[in-house]
């Protein structure tokens, strides 16, 4: 749906504040941040800036599975300045 989005209205700026669905659903890190690195990509091509927002998932998670969360939206963004 993004490519479409973008195409018919053209922003200047994509705010990404997704993955929690993702992350909720104990999808690997790794995967979701291989989804959002596509959304970032496709609306950077698109011509807009893009304000990637991460998420936390809730304590259950265990620490080790929402440090590699955290660790996946840093990489992220550290590879999108």
Same mark, same amino acid.
């Given at each position: 749906?993004?490519?479409?989005? =973008?195409?018919?209205? $053209?922003?200047? &700026? &994509? &705010?990404?504040?997704? @993955? @929690? +669905?993702?992350? =909720? $659903? @104990?999808?690997?890190?790794?995967? #979701? %941040?291989? +989804? =959002? %690195?596509?959304? *970032?990509?496709?609306?950077?091509?698109?011509?807009?800036? &893009?304000?990637? =927002? @991460?998420?936390? *998932?809730?304590? +259950? !998670?265990?620490?080790? !599975?929402?440090?590699? #969360?955290?660790?996946? !939206?840093?990489?992220?963004?550290?590879?999108? %300045?």
């Amino acid at each position: 749906r993004l490519p479409g989005l =973008l195409a018919r209205h $053209r922003p200047t &700026v &994509v &705010v990404i504040e997704l @993955g @929690g +669905n993702d992350a =909720l $659903r @104990g999808l690997a890190p790794a995967q #979701l %941040q291989g +989804n =959002l %690195q596509k959304m *970032v990509e496709l609306s950077r091509q698109a011509g807009a800036r &893009v304000l990637l =927002l @991460g998420i936390d *998932v809730p304590p +259950n !998670y265990g620490p080790a !599975y929402r440090q590699r #969360l955290k660790k996946a !939206y840093a990489e992220l963004a550290a590879q999108d %300045q």
